[in-house]
């Protein structure tokens, strides 16, 4: 479907057809990203003396650090000063809870290699780097726990085990008709962002500017302030946009910004810090890595049972965000099916690895490979199609209660699985992938149909909160400004967009800001695709009082009814009057009319007792449906992708164009995660695939050669911001269509036995699959 042909049908709940909300408006710096004129913290024109910087990174995985020699460091060229833990004045630490275990700069030992242990700041950016390397670091190291197995086997842990229980898996396993058990290895993710981390800091008279490329400003603010032991007022942090983030600078953008921050206090002179890519990938965490065990019971029909599913992930060495995350992987473990007897318990592994951190669906979508997968060995055991063991195990009445207590209220997966099961063409392919298959030795073709179930909020509930500041100048120019951050996602497009709509005048009056901690307090992290849902909501409330104001006078001098009064087409129409904006707004000042506002949202409904692991988690749920089909070539383990179909649903689309992008690349940064990107450590504890060279991310000629992308048509059910829906994460998910559809093509070699298939499906494990189906 074309961008065209989704535009969108008004709200029923509002009399008159938007204007702006719902049109096809592309992305506000659309032009400037493609002509190489958005600027980003590297291109900010460099302040006068601006230092660089670079760190000594620890040479091994785990020890005590012993000595510290910098002598050859500070006597290399160009070298300003060296600095390490003991140059903090404040609180060496970076934690985004607190935890006090993500130091800024290592102090008595390390615990992965390449962790920050010295900083050093340089006249330039090469000669920092290659003082770098001239240190020496003395460690008595200890053997490092590298995998989720070693850590098991060591029982070491960053975080407590959590359970979430509901019905006696117990029993229904037991008294079930039929029982599997299985295990599944989930590979992690690197970013790999187009721009790196980065940070540059400028010191003012007592108090700090720092440019960051960060999802969360507020955090580095506070970070930072404690670090140099002054108040949070006197530290801004201002972002105008990311060269992408998804999920990679909500907690880890802080480090940089620190370190940058400490430099320029200490040399009273502005410091960029920009991490090199290897030092980016070998530096900061990734997607969590996870193992899958479970037991299951179900049906002669295929219906599950009970689930009884251990989830463990490689957290690395820290807390970090590892606790929501495997939080966020149990609220997806049932993905879109109903479970009526589970028991879900993570374990949060502490290993001597990188910090793994937030990646786009957050836990969410390891937590729904586990199920996934079962759905497949149940099809697989019975002799059965898996769309169809899919569709008997979906969310249904009587039949709609989470593992965590939430009534699953606005499904609308049965009818999206319908539908696309009928615009893929989905039955009569299959039997022609069967004739296929009974006549291609080599090459085998596999087809899957899966569907996503996502819960939208932030699963720590105070972070439901977004505000925003919005003034209106006599010329009728709006200066739109808010806590949410721009990562490419188009989030600061569709909140213009809401703003102008508020005001009745055209996209092009609203003039888009930087977000900054001096304008907007006390943010969020811009995550949990909850951006344009809670920022939109806080600037349309700004707008609203604004013009709340500007109708209260206006009622007063034309004594007319202020339901009489409305904002459209760059005009206001008070009665039967006609009053261009500006005018109006001139009238307003002379009358002395405030016309500024701050804005505030807070989500509705939610209610989650993380103790009881019962409540209302979520606002509301995401849905999408994806049918991918696959040829896989058995001799040498190679695949590809040859036809997608895509129904996603974002209520009633705030903006076409973007969403269409978000589901497309989500969805195409799904199939990598589960196919081509991978990422291997030595038992050292040394990443061995630090650069492109190695790790692989799909490029454009990965892109299916068929693509059929459609919105589903209808609104949310929830009162959000025009019934739209979030979508910033979901449509990653869709990507398990791919993985499915893999394990699909092998299983036609050995009909009946289940497919051991592990997660990233590279040549080398398809093969390894391969080998052990058609071995035992
Ligand atoms: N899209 C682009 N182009 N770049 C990104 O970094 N991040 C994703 C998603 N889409 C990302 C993106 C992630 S992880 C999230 S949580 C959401 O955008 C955040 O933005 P939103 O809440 O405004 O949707
Ligand atoms: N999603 C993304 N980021 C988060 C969350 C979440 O649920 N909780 C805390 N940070
Ligand atoms: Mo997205 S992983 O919530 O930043």
């Given at each position: 479907m074309s961008v065209a042909e989704v535009a969108q049908a008004p709200d029923v709940t509002t009399e008159a057809a938007p204007r702006t909300v719902g049109l096809a408006t592309p992305h506000d710096s659309a032009v400037r990203h493609v002509c190489g004129s958005a600027v980003y913290v590297d291109d900010i024109r460099e302040p006068e003396g601006t230092l660089h910087l670079a760190v000594g990174g620890a040479p091994v995985a785990r020890g005590r650090i012993i000595k510290i020699d910098l002598g050859a460091v500070r006597a290399a060229p160009g070298v300003v000063c060296v600095l390490t833990a003991t140059d903090i004045p404040g609180c060496n630490d970076a934690s985004p809870v607190n935890a006090g275990d993500d130091p800024i700069l290592a102090t008595?030992?390390?615990?992965?290699?390449?962790?920050?242990?010295f900083l050093v700041v340089a006249q330039t950016r090469d000669a920092a780097r290659r003082a770098a390397k001239l240190g020496k670091i003395e460690i008595e190291a200890d053997r490092p726990l590298v995998s989720v197995d070693d850590a098991l086997a060591a029982q070491s842990y960053v975080l407590p085990d959590y359970t979430f229980l509901t019905g006696e898996p117990d029993t229904a396993l037991a008294a079930s008709p039929h029982r599997i058990n299985g295990s599944l290895r989930i590979g992690g993710q690197e970013h790999f962002y187009l721009e790196g981390q980065v940070a540059l800091a400028v010191p003012g008279e007592d108090e700090m500017l720092v440019y960051s490329s960060t999802q969360h400003p507020s955090e580095l603010q506070a970070i930072i302030a404690h670090m140099l032991n002054v108040p949070a007022a006197a530290v801004t942090v201002e972002v105008r946009r990311m060269g992408g983030a998804f999920g990679g600078k909500e907690t880890q953008a802080a480090q940089w910004a620190a370190l940058a921050s400490l430099a320029a206090r200490i040399t009273g002179r502005p410091c960029k810090m920009r991490l090199d890519r290897d030092d980016d990938m070998a530096m900061t965490g990734k997607r969590h890595d996870f193992r899958a065990d479970y037991a299951a019971g179900f049906d002669a029909d295929g219906r599950i049972t009970a689930f009884d599913v251990i989830l463990a992930s490689r957290c690395g060495y820290s807390a970090d965000l590892s606790a929501s995350i495997n939080d966020r992987a149990m609220f997806h473990a049932d993905n879109g099916y109903y479970l009526p007897a589970a028991r879900i318990v993570t374990k949060r592994t502490k290993t001597h690895t990188v910090s793994n951190t937030a990646f786009r669906g957050f836990g969410g979508p390891q937590g729904m490979m586990a199920v996934e997968r079962l759905v497949d060995d149940i099809a697989w055991s019975l002799g059965l199609d898996p769309l169809d063991v899919r569709k008997r195990n979906l969310y249904g009445e009587g039949r709609d209660l989470t593992p965590y207590g939430m009534r699953v209220t606005d499904n609308i997966l049965p009818e999206m699985i319908e539908a696309l099961e009928r615009t893929s063409d989905y039955r009569a392919r299959r039997s022609a992938i069967a004739a296929f298959n009974a006549n291609s030795p080599y090459l085998k073709r596999g087809l899957a149909l899966t569907p996503v179930k996502f819960g939208i909020s932030f699963t720590t509930t105070h972070l439901n909160q977004a505000g925003a500041l919005v003034h209106v100048y006599l010329d009728g120019s709006v200066h739109l400004n808010h806590g949410g951050t721009e990562m490419g996602q188009g989030l600061f497009v569709k909140v213009a967009q809401v703003v102008a709509e508020e005001f009745g005048i055209d996209l092009d009056r609203v003039k888009i800001t930087p977000t900054s901690t001096g304008k907007v307090p006390n943010t969020s992290p811009t995550a949990a695709s909850s951006g344009a849902d809670m920022t939109s909501m806080a600037a349309r409330a700004a707008a609203a009082t604004i013009k709340g104001r500007l109708i209260a006078f206006a009622a007063e001098k034309y004594a007319?009814?202020?339901?009489?009064i409305s904002f459209r087409d760059n005009h206001v129409l008070i009665g039967n009057r006609r009053t261009p904006f500006a005018q109006l707004l001139r009238e307003a000042y002379l009358a002395r009319i405030s016309l500024s506002s701050t804005g505030f949202y807070r989500t509705p409904a939610l209610n989650w007792d993380p103790g009881k692991a019962k409540g209302r988690p979520f606002f509301y749920f995401a849905y999408g449906a994806a049918c991918s089909e696959v040829v896989v070539d058995i001799l040498t383990g190679e695949m590809k992708v040859s036809r997608v179909d895509i129904l996603h649903d974002v209520g009633r689309s705030l903006n076409p164009a973007i969403d269409m992008g978000q589901i497309e690349g989500g969805f195409i940064q799904g199939v990598g995660w589960l196919t081509c990107e991978e990422l291997v450590y030595d038992k050292a504890g040394r990443l061995l695939t630090h650069a492109p060279s190695t790790y692989k991310i799909p490029c454009a000629s990965d892109m299916p050669p068929d693509f059929r992308v459609a919105l589903f048509d209808g609104p949310n059910r929830e009162d959000t911001i025009y019934r739209s829906k979030a979508v910033g994460e979901p449509p990653l998910m869709l990507g398990i269509s791919v993985f499915a559809a893999i394990a699909d093509a092998i299983h036609s070699l050995a009909p009946g036995k289940r497919v051991p298939l592990d997660a990233p499906a590279t040549p080398e494990s398809i093969l390894h699959a391969i080998h052990q189906l058609t071995q035992d």
């Open positions: 008595d030992s390390v615990e992965f290699h390449h962790q920050a242990v007319t009814a202020p339901e009489l």
